[in-house]
Every structure is written in structure tokens, then in C-alpha cells.
């Protein structure tokens, strides 16, 4: 499985959610609306989007295998910490030149 794409849509943190992510797999299935939720042992972990009805969640889309599930997961998570680096270098800097 070829994970590609990954876009990183990082939200105000609200109740552990503190992004969401997209990705392509194999070069044909797009996946979005995956949240990216803090783990409160460190880390962070994924969830998939459900629909509601009722009183029923029905997912919409999610990994079978466990060893799929954890390379979308290392994936999504490497590509996050790497967009929030980014993120804070530029504020970093921004800070330096006012000194």
C-alpha cells in the first residue's frame, strides 16, 4: 500500500482534536476527513468519519488490518508533526527578527 498526498489541515485544538488529514492510497482512493486527536499518554491517534443516524453511528471508511492502520497512522502523524515544525520555525523566526 502507497500512501501519497497527505494534506494536513491543522484546527484550534478543541477536546483533543488538533487537525484533520487527507491522503491517496495506491494512486486512486482518496480519503479525507480523518481527525488527528492528542493521546493523553503523548502521541497522537486517528479516527474516521462516521454518519449519524438515529442514534447509530455507521462508519463511513476505515483500516481492516491492524498493520494498515498503523502505517496510515505513522504516515498522517510524521506528516503533522512535520507541518507544525514548519509552522513554529516561521513564528520562531518571526520572533528573532523583532529582537
Known amino acids: 500500500m502507497q500512501i501519497s498526498e497527505v494534506e ?13 488529514a487527507s491522503f491517496v492510497i495506491d494512486g486512486w482512493l ?15 491517534r486517528l ?3 462516521t454518519k ?22 505513522e504516515e498522517i502523524v510524521n506528516k503533522y508533526e512535520e507541518v507544525m515544525k514548519k509552522s513554529n520555525d516561521r513564528y ?3 520572533n528573532d527578527q523583532l529582537s
Open 47 to 49: 479516527t474516521y468519519p
Open 30 to 44: 482518496y480519503l479525507g476527513s480523518i481527525g488527528i486527536i492528542t493521546r493523553l499518554n503523548g502521541g497522537y
Open 52 to 73: 449519524k443516524i438515529g442514534s447509530n453511528s455507521i462508519n463511513l471508511f476505515h483500516p481492516i488490518g491492524k498493520s494498515e492502520g498503523e502505517l496510515i497512522e
Open 8 to 20: 494536513i489541515t491543522p484546527v484550534k485544538p478543541s477536546r483533543g482534536l488538533v487537525g484533520f
Open 92 to 94: 520562531s523566526r518571526a
